[in-house]
Structures are given as C-alpha cells and as structure tokens.
C-alpha cells in the first residue's frame, strides 16, 4: 500500500472516515501518483484501444465525424475535442483522415504525461479541460474510468484502512444515491458520467458528442476491476495507482440522463453495426483481393502482411471482443442523426 496515490487515500480516510468508491477512484487513477498521470494504453501499456488494433477504425471513425460535419452544415473551422486521448494514436488517425477538412483538433487529458506527450503531434492542440467551443466531442472509451459510486444489496459500499490493506465496508447510502441503492446485488452509481453529460450540455451550442465504451443497455455489463499487463486484475484495492479500475457503461441509463440535460439522445449501437455501416465490410474484401494480387506477383511478405493486418482487424467487429463496444451520439436539439447511424441501426 505504498505509493503517492495510497498515501493520498489514506490521508484522506484518516481525515475524514472511510470514502465512497468514486473518492478512492478518483486518487487511485487521477490524483498524484494516480494510474492516468503517465500513458498506460498502448502495446507496451496495460490495455488497447480500438485504434491500436488497426488504423482503419480511425479511417472508419473519420468517415462517422465526416457525416456529422455534412449535418453541421460543414462548419469552418471545424473544430474536434477528443476527450481522454491517451496515446494520441486515434487522434493522429482522425487528423489524416479528415486532412481535407483542416480540423481544429484538441486533445483532452488530465495526466501531465499523457499531455506531455500529444504535445508532440502535429496539428494537435492539448488541454486539461474540456472547454468550449467545440462542434464534434469524442470520448473513446472513457465513461468507464470516470469515478462512480457502488451500492450492494441497498447499502453504499465505502473504503476503509484496515491494518497496511484497503478494505471495504458497507455503509446507509447518502440522501443522493438512495434512490439507485434498493434492489440486490451490486449497483454502479456513474456520479462521474454524469458530470461528463453536464459538460457536454453546458459547452455544445451547436454539435454532436460521440462516445464508445464496454456496456449495454439496462446493465453495467459486469462486475467492478481493472486491468495491468493486459491482464484483468479483480483486486482493485490493492496497490491503487498501479492498474487500471474500470466497469461498464448503462447506456440505457446514461441516454436518460443526457435527455434530461436537454441533449437528444440517439438509441446506442454496437461497434459491430456502426463499423460495418461505415464500409468494413467493403474495405475487408479490397484487403483480400490486395492479398490475392500480392501472391500472385509473388510478393509473398507483403501478403502475409496483409493477410496479418486484416486478420486483426476483425476484432474490431467480433462480438465477443472490440465488436460489443456501443457507440452513443448525442445532439443538441434540432440536428438530426447522421447518416451512418440510421443505417446501423
């Protein structure tokens, strides 16, 4: 239990009795010595992302934030907000992608050395914050690592120190969550989702906002943990600032919110229909017919490169891995859903 991230969470129990989950969330991952301070995504990092898996999810994505340019009515300057860039590998994506349309392209990171390093990339301007103006907002799995309560069996589960280990116990849930806490089993209470849908609502005049992450409707789509080495790690309370602590999206739920907020709300897909909308399916089948031509000009290492890159594109759409993602687009009043998502749904 050593570490700046520890300390600061011991320090804070010490001081004012054992904390809600979102509280050692929110140290665990942002605060000093917080898991975010560096950039833990990534192949030589704890967990992928789609764009790491093949640069045609950004080609894909491209196309999507070009559809809702053409229902912006092609705003100049088009001006894009990706919140929770990481790497920068998908912002690097979207600004080839849509090179024709010169985008003003910010990322948005919290950790000092995620900012550090998409201060490297070209064309890519870099904050701490979300802030206006924006016109198209991303946020590529993020929802699941914002801070959020849990409730279990109707009591609010909070963290205590219990010799050198954090612990937890159950407590009678705050006047705020008492409402989400009856019902058995475990509950997420997405207290930092929410704030995520307030800021969307108090800086998009006029736009779309597009976020894609693990979950389902009417579920969180499973228990609480993390992940380290590219490995789950179901302990989250061991070592906090080392791994990652995730749990999935209700994006049931989250779309309620968000309509209450006074956005518009368009009914989430998964990954696998908003890709294959996009033209997967089209670019899958030019990627074999370039695998054919290469072995019949005998070029056998470049086919086997592309037989390689186009196997694992696949699970960028496989159900049972990157194809079970959802994508949810929400609006500001007035603007209809893009073309592409019709289609996917």
Known sequence: MLGPAADAIRAAIRDHGPIPFSEFMERALYGPGGYFEGTPVGARG???????VHPIFGELLGRAVRGMHGS?????PFRIAEVGAGDGTLARQLIDALADLAPTYVGVELGAG????????DGLGVRAE?????????????LDNLPFRL???????????EGDRFVEMLAEPDEDVIAAAGGPGERVIP??????????????????????????????????HGYRDHRVVEDVLH???????????????????????????????TQQAALMSLG????????????????QARVGLEAVRTWSGRSRATILIDPAALGRLRWLVLATPGLPPPGWLSEAQ
């Open 46 to 52: 704890d967990f992928v992302t789609s764009p790491h």
């Open 72 to 76: 912006l009515g092609r705003p100049a």
């Open 114 to 121: 995620a900012r550090a390093s998409l201060g490297a990339i």
């Open 130 to 142: 979300l802030d206006a103006p924006a016109d198209v907002v991303i946020a590529n799995e993020l």
């Open 151 to 161: 409730v279990r069996d109707g009591r609010e589960v909070r963290i205590a120190v």
């Open 191 to 224: 207290d930092g989702a929410h704030a995520f849908v307030d800021r969307l609502a108090s800086i998009l005049a006029r736009g779309y906002a597009l976020l894609i992450d693990y979950g389902g409707i009417g579920t969180t789509g499973g228990p609480v």
């Open 239 to 269: 070592a906090p600032g080392s791994t990652d602590i995730t749990s999935g999206v209700d994006f049931g739920s989250l779309a309620s919110y968000a309509e209450r907020r006074g956005l518009t709300a368009f009914p989430s897909v």
């Open 280 to 295: 997967f399916e089209g670019w899958f089948r030019s990627e074999l017919e370039r695998q054919q031509d290469l072995l």
